[in-house]
């Protein structure tokens, strides 16, 4: 997005999205009688995770995309279904505009 996203817009939606579907807020645990799932209520935990990375000075493109490429992997490794959060963001400033990953 060329003109940027506003942090705070961007954490009221997320937080209404993962509010309103249950789904996104399940964690899976091995027990004795094999995989539960839980469906955590609003109040316990985290709903959702951003990263935020500031790349504006960063002006060589394949820079740039090694750095995103290395997050995005690192945020989509890092979702944990034992304990969730079940979504994870990376917002990623750069020269060009703000580039969103959502990982689910």
Not at 60 to 74: K, R, S
Request: glycine letters at 8%; hydrophobic letters at 40%.
């Amino acid at each position: 997005r060329a003109e940027g996203f506003d942090l705070d817009a961007l954490h009221h939606t997320v937080t209404k999205l993962t509010e309103h579907h249950d789904a996104l807020r399940m964690v899976f645990r091995q027990t004795e009688q094999g995989y539960e799932a839980w469906n955590r209520g609003v109040k316990e935990g985290e709903l959702y995770h951003l990263d935020v990375v500031d790349l504006t000075g960063v002006e060589d493109t394949a820079d740039v995309v090694m750095a995103i490429e290395t997050q995005a992997n690192a945020i989509q490794s890092s979702i944990r279904l034992d304990e969730g959060p079940l979504v994870k963001l990376g917002l990623f400033r750069c020269m060009d505009g703000d580039h969103l990953l959502i990982a689910i």
